[in-house]
């Protein structure tokens, strides 16, 4: 039985078929289920405050006064948030010290006045630096693939995308600076968002990289994302038309995106490929040498190491022993990174946004594997050679999309009892709606 979507659950309250207090007390039973996943899918969970906030919503509903629809729904928060009163770790033990929060994040005090319950904070990769979704301080929830046999979550938002495949909560928000909503989705058969970075306020978060952290939703459906997507940006929330496949102008790009894919996933694109087109999409393989730059632009450990450096230098130089290994020495590449190179950084991303624009203004999306990947096994990745490859193939797809300043979505596309594989819609900064109704159309299309 597929998990329910925010608009069923929404039917649900309003129709007297559910009640927040019982969705949260699902949510949380689920959460501390010894078999489970939840004592590492979760870092914190107030239970006492969750429980009230769910009666409260119950009490607004019966007076007509609920501030949404969507009121008493839980949503889970990655580690990387600020929330009132708690201490923001952002998957690190550097930061257990510091003062709790005196405000929520402006994404958080949003989701909060649309009536969502916060269920509890979820794990993540320390500081957000991996597209794997190993914590060594607070363990590493397993991904929903073949659960037995320990497949990563994907990261960075990797408890918050096995917080929606498990049902402890029903929609998560996460952060993408190189595909962190993307990947874990991706690797768990859910959706993930990507949205265009000025839409959403970035105050309250722990940086990676400001000039490519996004922050975005991850949750059942295309709707759903989008739900909580205006939501995030302070906007109306739409009701999704979807369109039709027929006539859609899909772009492949044969640059990059495609090279050295995974059997299972050169597989399932093919497929959606053959599918898409039968049903009518225009889809054309085209070269994109810009996206050649990006490999240049990272060589030296790009925005990420630059700007993680900068916020990191002093928290590193004092607290540098209790960070995982594999994140700070990717943060300390930054130290090498000259105030020249930072500047001819900035410079080449804006020719390459300018230069993509008109590669793709023909094309409604450009179509391609969210990850080179399928999901590696947590046991396989102990070496740190074995790691750092399997790492850069889970980011490769997703970063190009951050670089150019684009917004995208990754959709589940292999069929039931497969290994997951994603489908990423991508596009150029501003295309949010045309990324929704694209994805809304072929969601249900794609895994038949």
Same mark, same amino acid.
């Given at each position: 039985?597929?998990?329910?979507?925010?608009?069923?659950?929404?039917?649900?309250?309003?129709?007297?078929?559910?009640?927040?207090?019982?969705?949260?007390?699902?949510?949380?039973?689920?959460?501390?289920?010894?078999?489970?996943?939840?004592?590492?899918?979760?870092?914190?969970?107030?239970?006492?405050?969750?429980?009230?906030?769910?009666?409260?919503?119950?009490?607004?509903?019966?007076?007509?006064?609920?501030?949404?629809?969507?009121?008493?729904?839980?949503?889970?928060?990655?580690?990387?948030?600020?929330?009132?009163?708690?201490?923001?770790?952002?998957?690190?033990?550097?930061?257990?010290?510091?003062?709790?929060?005196?405000?929520?994040?402006?994404?958080?005090?949003?989701?909060?006045?649309?009536?969502?319950?916060?269920?509890?904070?979820?794990?993540?990769?320390?500081?957000?630096?991996?597209?794997?979704?190993?914590?060594?301080?607070?363990?590493?929830?397993?991904?929903?693939?073949?659960?037995?046999?320990?497949?990563?979550?994907?990261?960075?938002?990797?408890?918050?995308?096995?917080?929606?495949?498990?049902?402890?909560?029903?929609?998560?928000?996460?952060?993408?600076?190189?595909?962190?909503?993307?990947?874990?989705?991706?690797?768990?058969?859910?959706?993930?968002?990507?949205?265009?970075?000025?839409?959403?306020?970035?105050?309250?978060?722990?940086?990676?990289?400001?000039?490519?952290?996004?922050?975005?939703?991850?949750?059942?459906?295309?709707?759903?994302?989008?739900?909580?997507?205006?939501?995030?940006?302070?906007?109306?929330?739409?009701?999704?038309?979807?369109?039709?496949?027929?006539?859609?102008?899909?772009?492949?790009?044969?640059?990059?995106?495609?090279?050295?894919? *995974?059997? %299972?996933?050169? +597989? =399932? !694109?093919?497929?959606?490929?053959? &599918?898409?087109? #039968?049903?009518?999409? $225009? /889809?054309?393989?085209?070269?994109?040498?810009?996206?050649?730059?990006?490999?240049?632009?990272?060589?030296?450990?790009?925005?990420?190491?630059?700007?993680?450096?900068?916020?990191?230098?002093?928290?590193?130089?004092?607290?540098?022993?209790?960070?995982?290994?594999?994140?700070?020495?990717?943060?300390?590449?930054?130290?090498?990174?000259?105030?020249?190179?930072?500047?001819?950084?900035?410079?080449?991303?804006?020719?390459?946004?300018?230069?993509?624009?008109?590669?793709?203004?023909?094309?409604?999306?450009?179509?391609?594997?969210?990850?080179?990947?399928?999901?590696?096994?947590?046991? *396989?990745? %102990?070496?740190? +050679? =074995? !790691?750092?490859?399997?790492?850069? &193939?889970?980011? #490769?797809?997703?970063? $190009? /999309?951050?670089?150019?300043?684009?917004?995208?979505?990754?959709?589940?596309?292999?069929?039931?009892?497969?290994?997951?594989?994603?489908?990423?819609?991508?596009?150029?900064?501003?295309?949010?709606?045309?990324?929704?109704?694209?994805?809304?159309?072929?969601?249900?299309?794609?895994?038949?």
């Amino acid at each position: 039985m597929p998990n329910p979507t925010l608009a069923a659950l929404a039917d649900d309250l309003e129709a007297g078929r559910a009640s927040a207090r019982k969705l949260v007390e699902e949510c949380l039973a689920r959460i501390a289920d010894p078999a489970g996943e939840g004592q590492r899918t979760f870092v914190h969970v107030d239970k006492d405050a969750v429980l009230e906030a769910a009666d409260a919503m119950d009490h607004l509903r019966k007076a007509r006064a609920a501030p949404s629809r969507f009121a008493g729904i839980p949503v889970s928060i990655k580690d990387l948030f600020d929330i009132k009163g708690q201490v923001t770790r952002a998957g690190s033990r550097a930061l257990e010290d510091s003062a709790p929060a005196e405000k929520d994040a402006p994404v958080v005090a949003r989701l909060r006045r649309a009536g969502f319950i916060v269920i509890g904070r979820t794990n993540m990769t320390e500081f957000a630096y991996s597209g794997i979704g190993i914590n060594p301080h607070y363990g590493t929830p397993k991904g929903a693939w073949q659960r037995s046999a320990g497949h990563v979550p994907g990261g960075s938002s990797s408890g918050a995308a096995v917080s929606i495949a498990d049902r402890m909560a029903y929609g998560a928000l996460g952060t993408d600076t190189g595909g962190s909503c993307r990947i874990p989705a991706a690797y768990n058969s859910i959706v993930g968002y990507k949205p265009t970075q000025r839409r959403i306020p970035l105050d309250g978060g722990v940086p990676l990289s400001f000039s490519l952290d996004s922050y975005g939703p991850l949750a059942n459906s295309v709707q759903c994302c989008a739900t909580l997507d205006a939501v995030l940006a302070d906007e109306a929330i739409p009701t999704l038309r979807p369109r039709p496949i027929k006539g859609m102008r899909l772009a492949v790009p044969m640059t990059t995106a495609l090279d050295e894919l *995974d059997d %299972a996933v050169a +597989k =399932t !694109f093919e497929r959606t490929l053959e &599918r898409l087109s #039968r049903a009518g999409a $225009l /889809i054309e393989h085209i070269e994109v040498p810009e996206f050649l730059d990006v490999g240049v632009m990272n060589s030296k450990g790009g925005f990420a190491a630059s700007e993680s450096y900068a916020w990191h230098r002093y928290l590193i130089t004092s607290k540098g022993e209790q960070y995982d290994p594999r994140v700070s020495v990717r943060i300390l590449r930054g130290e090498g990174i000259s105030a020249a190179d930072y500047v001819d950084l900035i410079n080449a991303r804006r020719s390459l946004i300018a230069r993509i624009a008109v590669r793709l203004a023909p094309y409604d999306a450009l179509v391609m594997p969210t990850t080179a990947n399928t999901p590696p096994k947590i046991a *396989d990745l %102990a070496d740190d +050679k =074995t !790691f750092t490859v399997a790492n850069l &193939r889970s980011l #490769r797809n997703c970063t $190009l /999309i951050n670089m150019i300043d684009g917004c995208a979505i990754s959709l589940p596309a292999h069929r039931e009892g497969e290994v997951p594989v994603g489908l990423m819609l991508a596009s150029t900064g501003g295309s949010d709606r045309r990324i929704f109704e694209l994805a809304a159309g072929m969601e249900d299309r794609i895994r038949v």
